[in-house]
Each structure stands twice: as structure tokens, then as C-alpha cells.
């Protein structure tokens, strides 16, 4: 049973009879071990699995942890724990609330945000600043949402940022219209699902008689109210304050440090046993996170006590003679590939790394880069095929009708309403037998000088305009030509999708829809302009060879793509499997290249730290910007308790492009790889001069 192979500490954390429990379980210390153990016991006392709410920072976690208490006791026991992310266990229970419900991905609202925000217009104000652009302003309003649980947004902008006082009230009415779409259309996003599950919690009894929570410390104040909200018998967080990393996206490490204060009967565990990582590697990793705060008291022990290697420090006079010598090493070990990782701060380190290994042939995946399925190409089809399934989904409109030349958010938004006012609630009417009567489709302009608002949408224009496009005769006669800022190829671009979707009618084959979209003229003018744009040089040229290489590429997918397709014989399956699935679909193998985010959770044997310069590890900028070295701190010490067996940190004196000098990083210097001269004690009365400002 789970509950006999866990350590003393484990044990005693799993079987608590308080009714709020806090574990630290610190890296490598098993608080996977100790979760499901906590399980076993629960459901050994009596509580129902579907009483269990786990909530982890990822489904796959949650699916790992499921799988073992499975092993113990039966899967169709297991499969009624109710387990997952924040996120997706709000999603099933809003979903049993409401079926209309439709989860949109944060690309697809940003663009429905942008809609809203090119109409505004901020230049009446004669502000000395720029005002932020649209998609800020929308990264800026879901971390309003994640984070400020009191103050309007506007407000919130006037604190937060009193030199946008002038925008705010623009930002806040932007912010009001976009809500107000979402309503209409039933879109939800992710901060959405939160927020309405809180509210449906108020009213509702979920039946939870304990609340698990995994990664505790990366919870965020949002996510904090929801587990209020929820108010079970019991709760029991996991969770090390040491590995709170996600302060950028809300995270709040005051959460996990006032659990003592806001529950006085709690108990808290601590987990002090590694089990990951060797003497000398968790011996560095703790002399460097020891110069943070300690929140809770801890000591770890390790447990592995046979001989093992220290961490060896590579120095490089040049940046890239650092990432040539590492892939240099990499070709050399015995470890296996896939368990070896490099682990970057910096996107820019892992462009290097990466070009580095091509060139020796050394295969390698990026946690982080672009998968098949979210290369623009793919999308593309994607989405036609999503409109063909679901014409009310006018994201998906917009996304193609960005692609159209002279063609914003904004003005692909006011076509596809048009197109739906001509066919009376259905785009495809309104495109094949629009209702002529209507000879103004369009919407009226709302006007506010105050707001941004302005009517530029002055006059219908000219069909004639469109009398040498070659379009067919019924098209020609659509009021939807009519508008003033369509032009002949944003004009050609719409016939185009006049013809495709006439020819997919009827189409019941999943494989012949794709390759009759990738066929069509619409497709292979968007794949024109998005390998025109990837082989665009500095001068504003296109290099041909480039862009037929892209082209290649595109061709590829296409043809993978359709391969996809063959085992499906129903629209729906098809693209749930596609879009929803799809990240069972892109594994790679060879080296890991993780940034230091993505690489929490994980384990390797070989593990090479780079970039370790002051600026880059820990990254100033990100300081200036809202960070601090605490987190850069808890940055460096998540990357190297990854390792278990073998660890480098390296870093380079000189980038010969930039023709910049750096200095060791501070934690090399607190680690006592590097002696601290004058440099270390320079940073330091530096930082501290940062927190008194």
C-alpha cells in the first residue's frame, strides 16, 4: 500500500487528523509520494474518491498521481477522484452548470480584445506618453484579474500606474466592451473560469469532505479566494516556498508564508529527506537559497550516500565559445540524451545552445518553442475546418481575416457581423444568399470623444470598384462588398473564401477537407505571406531561397497533417483530437532545452546551467520591472536541484557581438565557486541600495 513506503516524516504528514495541513516538501523530497499516500488514507478512512478534490499545476500531474493510487486501488475507484488543474476542474463544473460554456485559448481573446481596442483612439488627449498597445494592455488585465481582488480596474490602473492616469478611463471602457462581446457570444477564458466557479461556490455545495492542493506556493491571489470560497472540512497543501517562481504571473508567495496565520490550528510538515540529488549538488543549491528569507525552517538531509561528482564550474572567454564547448561536451558523454538538459533564464542562451548541438547533428527539443500545432500554418487550417463544424465561432474568422491584406481585428470583426446580419444570424447565408433588402449591413458606430470613439466609418463605397476582379456574378451583388475600407485583394481574399467553403459542402471525409483546404487559393496565399515573412531580411528584402524553403515546410505539415486525419471519420472527433489533444502529439526526443520554468517539475541525470553572468542569471531587467533577487534566487535553485548525478554552471566574460564585458553571476559567488572580490561586494551593496529605493 502507499502508506508502507513512505519515510517517517511522509507518513506522519499523510495520516494528520488536522483539518488544514501545510507540507514543505522541499526538492526531491517525494511530496509526490506523500500526496498519494494522503489519498490511500483518506479513502482507507472511509471518504468517498469523489469527496477528493486534488488540484495540481498541471493535468499531467494530476493524471500521474491518479495512475498510482490506481495501481492500489483499482482504476474505477481512482478515475472518481476529482483531479486536475485549477482551471480545468472550474471548466467541469461550469460546464454541468452550463453547457453553453465555450473555453476560448488566451491568443484567440487577445485578438477579440484587439478588436475592441483599434477603434479607440488616444491622440485627442495630447498625452506625452504612448499609451499601451493592445496586447499589454490585455497581459495587464488578466493580471489585474489574477491578482487585485477589491479595486475597479481603473482604479487599479491609477495606482498601479499613475503616469496612464489619463488612459485609464479608455483602458477600462476597452476593457468593459470586451466583456461585454464575451457575454454575448458565451466565450470564457482561463481567469473567467475561475471567477465564475468562485461565484458558483457561493451558492453551491460541491460534496469535497478534503481539498489537496499541489504547488501550493504558485497559487495566486485568485486562485487563494477560490479555496476560500470552496471552504472544505479539510485541506492539505503541498507545496516549497523556495520554489515559488511564478511572481510574473501573479504567483503570491505570502499565500503559503501566512498559512501558519490564517489557519492557527494547522499543522505544518516538513519534508527534509532528498531522494533526487547528491551530496555536493543539494549542498550548493542550499548555501545559495540560505541568502533568502527563511519563511519556515528547514534542514535537508540526503539520502544518496555513494560517491558523486561536485559541480564543476566552465569559464569561457567568449559567449559562444561557451555554447560550441558545451555541445562539444554533450557529444562526448555516456549519458543518454534524453537525460541530459540544459537549462537557460534567457530565450537568447537557448538560441545558441540549440544551433550549437545542430551543427554536431545532436538531436534536441526545446520546451517552450513552437509546436506543429501552433505554427501559424496549421492554425490556419484549423480554423477553416473550425468554421465549417461551428460558423458562430468568429474567432476563428478573425484569425483567417488577419491574414487578408489592409484587413485588423477590427475590421474582420465588423465583416463577419455584417455577413451575419445579411444571413440572419448565419455568416454562411449572408455569404452564399445574403438578404439584399439590408443595403447597410454594418454596424453603427458608437461616438465618445471622451472614450477614444470616433466615426471614421464614413460612407458606404463603390462595388464597381471590384468590376475587373474576375469574382462571380452572384458574389458581386453581396452588400458585404460595400465596405468603404475593402480593397480589391482584402476583396479577393473573401471571394476566395466564397469558393473554398462551396467546394467543402457536403465534404464528410476529415482528410479530404484538409487537403482540399491546403489545395485551395485562399490557403496557398496565406502560406505565400507567412514564408514571404519569415524570409524578410533586415533591408526589407526577401531572400527567394528562404521563402521556397518555407514554402517546403508549410507543404510538409500539410501533408502530416492529412496523415492525422485518417483515422477520423467525424468533424467533431477530428478537431477535439487536434485542438485539444494536440499536446500528446508533438514529443520529441534528445537533449532538453528548458528554460528555468519549464524545467520545475523535472528530473536529469546530466544537467548544464549557462549564461550564469550578472544581468543575464540573475536578470536585472526583470528585477527593475517588478522582480527581485529573491526570486531570481529561487530561479537559480530550482534549475540546479533538476540535477541528480552530474551538474555544470557555466558562463562567459565577453560577448564579441555586442562587445560586452560580464561579471560571474552572484550566485556563483554564493556558492563559493567564485572567490568574492571586489565585483561580488559591488553587486551587493548595489541590491541593497535597490531595496531601499
Not at 526538492?27 to 489519498?39: E, H, L, M
Not at 572567454?317 to 540544459?342: G, M, N, P, W
Not at 485583394?489 to 467543402?504: I, K, M, P
Request: charged content about 25%.
Amino acid at each position: 500500500m502507499p502508506l508502507s513506503r513512505l519515510n517517517q516524516e511522509q507518513y506522519l504528514a499523510a495520516t494528520s487528523k488536522s483539518a488544514q495541513n501545510l507540507i514543505i516538501a522541499s526538492a526531491g523530497t517525494g511530496k509526490t509520494s506523500t500526496i498519494v499516500g494522503r489519498i490511500a488514507y483518506l479513502l482507507g478512512s472511509g471518504v468517498k474518491p469523489s469527496e477528493i478534490l486534488l488540484l495540481t499545476f498541471t493535468n499531467k500531474a494530476a493524471a500521474e498521481m491518479v495512475q498510482r493510487v490506481a495501481e492500489y486501488f483499482g482504476k474505477e475507484i481512482a478515475s472518481k477522484i476529482d483531479a486536475g488543474t485549477f482551471h480545468a476542474v472550474s471548466y467541469r463544473w461550469l460546464k454541468k452548470d452550463d453547457k453553453k460554456v465555450v473555453l476560448k485559448q488566451q491568443r484567440e481573446l487577445k485578438t477579440l480584445f484587439r478588436s475592441v481596442y483599434e477603434k479607440r483612439s488616444f491622440g485627442h488627449l495630447g498625452a506625452e506618453i504612448s499609451p499601451y498597445g493592445g496586447n499589454y494592455l490585455y497581459d495587464m488585465y488578466s493580471l489585474y484579474q489574477n491578482t487585485e481582488l477589491n479595486a475597479y480596474f481603473e482604479e487599479w490602473v491609477k495606482s498601479k500606474f499613475p503616469e496612464h492616469e489619463l488612459f485609464a478611463m479608455i483602458y477600462a471602457d476597452i476593457v468593459d466592451e470586451f466583456e461585454e462581446l464575451k457575454k454575448e457570444y458565451g466565450f470564457v477564458n482561463f481567469n473567467d473560469l475561475l471567477l465564475n466557479f468562485r461565484r458558483l461556490c457561493a451558492t453551491k455545495e460541491l460534496g469535497y469532505k478534503e481539498v489537496l492542493v499541489d504547488e501550493y506556493q504558485d497559487t495566486n491571489a485568485l486562485q487563494g479566494t477560490l479555496i476560500d470560497a470552496m471552504n472544505p472540512p479539510s485541506l492539505f497543501c503541498v507545496g516549497d516556498y523556495d520554489q515559488s517562481i511564478y511572481a510574473f504571473n501573479g504567483a503570491d508567495i505570502s499565500i503559503i508564508g501566512s498559512f501558519s496565520k490564517k489557519y492557527p490550528n494547522a499543522t505544518v510538515h516538513t519534508l527534509t529527506k532528498n531522494y533526487r540529488s547528491t551530496v555536493p549538488i543539494l549542498s550548493l543549491a542550499s548555501k545559495v537559497i540560505e541568502y533568502n528569507e527563511r519563511i519556515y525552517p528547514k534542514k535537508l538531509e540526503v539520502t544518496r550516500v555513494q560517491h558523486a561528482e561536485p559541480p564543476k564550474l566552465l569559464a569561457y572567454d567568449e559567449l559562444f565559445d561557451q555554447y560550441h564547448d558545451i555541445a562539444h561536451k554533450i557529444s562526448k558523454t555516456l549519458t543518454v540524451r534524453d537525460e541530459i538538459a540544459v537549462i537557460f533564464r534567457n530565450n537568447s542562451s537557448a538560441d545558441g545552445i540549440e544551433v550549437a548541438l545542430r551543427e554536431l547533428g545532436i538531436n534536441c527539443r526545446r520546451k517552450g518553442g513552437t509546436s506543429f500545432f501552433d505554427a501559424r500554418e496549421v492554425k490556419a487550417v484549423l480554423d477553416f475546418y473550425t468554421l465549417l463544424v461551428n460558423e458562430s465561432d468568429m474567432m476563428a474568422f478573425i484569425h483567417l481575416f488577419e491574414f487578408a491584406k489592409g484587413v485588423g481585428s477590427a475590421m474582420a470583426k465588423e465583416i463577419y457581423i455584417a455577413l451575419k446580419r445579411l444571413g440572419h444570424g448565419s455568416i454562411f447565408y449572408g455569404l452564399y444568399a445574403p438578404d439584399v433588402s439590408i443595403t447597410n449591413p454594418f454596424e453603427k458606430r458608437k461616438l465618445n470623444h471622451q472614450l477614444g470613439l470616433f466615426d471614421d466609418f464614413l460612407e458606404l463605397g463603390s462595388v464597381a470598384k471590384f468590376a475587373k476582379c474576375n469574382f462571380e456574378e452572384k458574389f458581386m451583388k453581396n452588400p458585404i462588398l460595400k465596405h468603404p475600407k475593402l480593397t480589391k485583394e482584402s476583396a479577393t481574399f473573401l471571394h476566395d473564401f466564397y469558393l473554398l467553403f462551396r467546394d467543402l459542402k457536403g465534404v464528410k471525409q476529415p482528410r479530404t477537407i484538409v487537403k482540399k483546404i491546403a489545395d485551395s487559393a485562399i490557403y496557398t496565399y496565406i502560406a505565400e505571406q507567412l514564408s514571404s515573412k519569415r524570409a524578410l531580411l533586415k533591408d526589407g528584402t526577401v531572400d527567394e531561397r528562404q521563402k521556397a524553403e518555407s514554402l517546403v515546410r508549410i507543404k510538409r505539415k500539410m501533408i502530416l497533417l492529412e496523415e492525422l486525419s485518417v483515422p477520423y471519420n467525424e468533424h467533431e472527433r477530428f478537431l477535439n483530437a487536434m485542438i485539444l489533444g494536440s499536446s500528446d502529439l508533438t514529443q520529441g526526443e534528445g537533449v532538453n532545452l528548458l528554460s528555468v520554468h519549464a524545467s520545475k517539475g523535472l528530473e536529469y541525470k546530466e544537467v548544464y546551467i549557462v549564461d550564469l553572468m550578472d544581468g543575464r542569471f540573475p536578470n536585472r531587467k526583470l528585477m527593475q520591472r517588478g522582480g527581485s533577487l529573491d526570486e531570481e534566487r529561487r530561479l537559480f535553485y530550482v534549475a540546479v536541484t533538476r540535477a541528480k548525478d552530474i551538474l555544470y554552471l557555466s558562463y562567459a566574460k565577453f560577448d564579441k557581438i555586442k562587445k560586452m564585458n560580464f561579471l560571474p553571476s552572484q550566485f556563483l559567488y554564493e556558492a563559493g565557486l567564485v572567490p568574492k572580490d571586489e565585483s561580488y561586494r559591488a553587486m551587493v551593496l548595489k541590491d541593497g541600495a535597490d531595496e531601499d529605493e
